[in-house]
C-alpha cells in the first residue's frame, strides 16, 4: 500500500486466505486491505493517537437510512452525551475528492448532525465546522484535539 499523508502509525497485519488483512482496533478484529481500508485505518490512528479520542467513542462502518436508501458511514465519533462529535467519509487514494463527495457527507450529515467533518483519501484531508441552524460549513486547517 502506498504513504499516505499521515504521521507513520504501527499496523498489524496477516496473510489469510491469499489475502493482506489489517487489525482494526475498532471493531477488534481483521479486515481486507483494500485501499479505502488503508485509508480508514491511517483516520483510526490520526484520531486515536494523535488527536487523543478515546476508543469508546468511535464507531465504524455502521449503517444508516437517507432517503429510504441504507448507507454505511467509515467512522463517527460521538461526544460523551450521545451526540455526534464527528463524521468522517475516506475514499481510497485513487480517488479524487471533490463536491458529489461532499455532497454525500452532507446528507448523511443531514440525518447524523455531527459538528465536524472530515473528508480524506489519504492524500488530500479536508475538515469541516458545521453550522447546523445555517445548514452550512466552514473549512478548518484541523478538527479539534479532543477534550472532555
Known amino acids: 500500500m502506498r504513504k499516505l499523508n499521515f504521521e507513520t502509525y504501527q499496523f498489524r497485519l496477516k496473510n489469510s486466505e491469499n489475502k493482506v488483512r489489517i487489525f482494526d482496533v475498532i471493531r477488534k478484529k481483521f479486515v481486507d486491505l483494500q485501499p479505502e481500508e488503508w485509508v480508514r485505518q491511517h483516520v483510526l490512528n490520526f ?27 467509515d467512522i463517527v465519533i460521538y461526544n460523551s452525551n450521545g451526540s ?9 487514494p485513487k480517488i479524487k475528492i471533490d463536491q458529489k463527495t461532499f455532497d454525500q457527507i452532507a446528507k448523511y450529515n443531514l440525518q447524523l448532525e455531527a459538528s465536524y ?14 453550522d447546523l441552524n445555517e445548514e452550512k460549513y466552514t473549512f478548518l486547517k484541523d478538527i479539534p484535539d479532543f477534550s472532555r
Not at 84 to 91: D, F, N, Q, S
Open 117 to 130: 467533518l472530515m473528508v480524506t483519501n489519504g492524500l488530500e484531508h479536508f475538515f469541516c465546522k458545521m
Open 47 to 73: 484520531l486515536i493517537e494523535t488527536k487523543k479520542y478515546p476508543k469508546s467513542l468511535i464507531n465504524v462502518e455502521k449503517q444508516l437510512t437517507v432517503n429510504s436508501l441504507k448507507k454505511r458511514y
Open 84 to 92: 455526534i462529535h464527528l463524521l468522517v467519509e475516506c475514499k481510497a
